[in-house]
Nanobody, 117 residues
Framework: VQLVESGGGLVQLGGSLRLSCVAS????????MGWARQAPGKELEWVSL????????YDGDSVKGRFTISEDNAKNAVRLQMNTLKPEDTAVYYC????????????WGQGTQVTVS
């Protein structure tokens, strides 16, 4: 199983970033795909989940209206478009796959750093 993230980086307050994750080694369409993040000294926080076949999306309260998750089943990919970024969005963002839409998730990527200055 592999989840490979890309797209993190440094962005200014109010800016945008798009994270991407390509999955392999498991039945992508049978899993919820999503993102979680962890800021320094804080607990892991789930950000957004999507189940493409069921057309369901769950967004965390802190990102509603600013972040948009999407899925490309043909490419086994999930993306997170992050707009109007705030300093409190600074964290390591992890791509994840889960059978049940709740922590702990089953599979994790290596993480990508997002820093908002």
């Amino acid at each position: 199983v592999q989840l490979v993230e890309s797209g993190g980086g440094l962005v200014q307050l109010g800016g945008s970033l798009r994270l991407s994750c390509v999955a392999s080694g498991f039945a992508f369409s049978n899993f919820w795909m999503g993102w979680a993040r962890q800021a320094p000294g804080k607990e892991l926080e789930w950000v957004s989940l999507i189940n493409g076949p069921s057309d369901l999306i769950y967004d965390g309260d802190s990102v509603k209206g600013r972040f948009t998750i999407s899925e490309d089943n043909a490419k086994n990919a999930v993306r997170l478009q992050m707009n109007t970024l705030k300093p409190e969005d600074t964290a390591v963002y992890y791509c994840a796959a889960t059978v049940v839409a709740a922590l702990p998730y089953n599979y994790w990527g290596q993480g990508t750093q997002v820093t908002v200055s």
